[in-house]
């Protein structure tokens, strides 16, 4: 009798191990691989708006010095300064970039900061082009420029995909180099990936890689490699993957994962699930979504890198840490060049601190692209 009831406790014991893991997996599927495609709700009720101002519920996004987008159902516009605060609310400089807005609506701070495609957002033409790659045609901007330096970025796992360089574009185009944002598999118009999932740069970098080839038959001669969130895990990628990148003079790494691991041990964690469980679910997403966490490493692979790295992380991540871009900067040595930000969110580094920001990426790209 005591052995059968042993037996069963077993049984059950065994089946919620095998839930707890299938579970996790899941959770590291959306968490990590998911495709993104809606926007956060707009929850921020605006107080007053006019005469180059806006006042909205106060958060801590709302009360936070930089420059944002504010989206609302009606418009677009851009906070900036903060001109005072309550407990309630915050009192910001603003201007409406298209539309209207009034008091009542509901809206939400945007970090891509602009509105639309490149024309839309700062009046700079640009073409859109089809570059080819090993699933289909991809869809890019391209900005022209006289330099024989191109800047290829590389867009996060947020919907906002090719939008997110509309932050970095002026800058860009004001010293004339050219620029090209490209997709990946699974964005929108681009081909769909075999697990319709993202694969944090394992797969993507090949579409990198044919942009790279596009580029080149453009008269290009050299890249600097820009990369956000995900997006610099396909740069990490390519640079490690590629046949040859002899041609990219350096890359920008803007809050990267550098080991998307330590993100599935956090959300374990949180979870509170216990040690094999942890290990149970990292290797069934190894199996049921082709995640290589020892490839993906970044801080393992920091000596393998051969280029100079600008990497830029915020204090305020989180998604990342500090500390884990502190660990590949020490990995990199002298390759590397640390911008931290203070107060600065995951992905949202421009937006406090813009001038700092434009002037340490083309710093960088001028000193890459001059070395010899």
Known sequence: MALRAAGAVGGVLLLAAIVGTWIYSGVLRDELVSIVRSDLARD??????????????????????????????????????????????????FRTQEGSFDVGDLVRFDPIAYPGDPLEAHGIDFDEVRFTGGLGVYPAWVIDGDRDLWVLIVHGSGPAERAEALRFIPGLVAQRYPVMVITVRGDVDAPRSRTGLRALGATEWRDLASAVEFALAQDAEEFVLMGLDTGASTVAMYLQEADDASAVKGAVFD???????RLADRLAAERKAIGPLRAAGKLLARIRFD??????????????????ILVMHGTADEVVPLEIADEFVAGLGDLATYEVFEGGIH??????????YDGALLDFIQRVGTAE
């Not at 418009?75 to 309550?86: L, R």
């Not at 993906?296 to 051969?306: K, M, P, V």
């Open 44 to 93: 921020i009720e605006i107080a007053t708006v006019g005469s180059g101002r806006i006042e909205v519920a106060r958060t801590p996004l709302t009360e936070t010095e930089g420059i944002w987008g504010v989206e609302g159902p009606n418009g677009y516009g851009q906070a900036s300064v903060v001109i005072t605060t309550t407990e309630t609310t915050v009192e910001r400089a």
């Open 291 to 308: 995640i290589d966490w020892e490839e993906l490493d970044q801080i393992e692979r920091a000596g393998q890198y051969s280029v100079p």
């Open 347 to 356: 992905s949202q580094l421009w937006n406090v601190d813009p001038a700092r």
């Open 255 to 261: 809050s990267a994962l550098h080991d998307p691991e």
